[in-house]
């Protein structure tokens, strides 16, 4: 992070862990993907489907599986602050969104989204301190539904929450929309007036499902008040193995 004048420069990172699994579930690969993301130097990293405990794959998975939930031990010595919202509860434990912050964490309130008994679908708001730019920066993690008509009104219930915001304060929300189709992205352009990374110069957000060969377009990072954005293209592995989901990585200038 640099600071001038209450500029600062922020790297962003998001992914969908699939509860520390591969693709279809076939093995357990979250201690793999705690090393791959510690490489990448993020300062705030947006986590959906995160565990907090899941008891019968903790037994399956004894040698391998940590002894705190997922998001604590992706945060490990790295990120010293974090917030979970737990989403889904069922029997064997709990999953939902995280976020883990270089920067202590101000205040954070998990906003159920669920529209049904299914899809448990949360909205994770953090104020997070900036001591060195003295400014507080909001994020909003999103984890939206599978289907169109619940995602409209979602993306209405993320708009109630952006109200809430001051207009000037710097902003990023990131997560994974499933928003293939890309209306919730036009939404989310024309009536949130948020601007997406990876398609800031003109184009369509980048593909990142399914991770080992991307064609659909559902996880972004959206922002506002920003001066610039870079974003980062990861290389294809490890990252391919490490989720269903490709990560995204972009630097964002406030």
Known sequence: MTEQKNHFSIKVMTVNTHKGFTTFNRRFILPELRNAVRTLSADVVFLQEVLGEHHAWSKRHRERWPHRPQYEFLADSIWHSYAYGR???????????????????????????????IERRGLLYSVLELPDAGQKLHTICVHLSLRENHRQQ?????????????????LIVA???????????????????????????????????????????????YFRSARSVTPVVLPNKPWSHLSDHKPLLAEINF
């Open 87 to 117: 989403n889904a509860v069922y029997p064997e434990g709990h999953h939902g969104n995280a976020l883990l912050s270089k920067y202590p964490i101000h205040s954070w309130e998990n906003r159920d989204i669920s529209l049904n008994g």
């Open 154 to 170: 979602q993306l209405r219930m993320l708009k109630e929450l952006l109200e809430s915001i001051p207009q000037q304060a710097p």
């Open 175 to 221: 997560g994974d929309f499933n928003d293939w189709l890309l209306q919730g992205h036009r939404y989310i352009q024309n009536e949130l007036g948020l601007r997406e990374a990876f398609s800031y110069t003109g184009g369509k957000p980048t593909r990142t499902f399914p991770a080992n060969f991307p064609v659909l377009r559902l996880d972004r990072i």
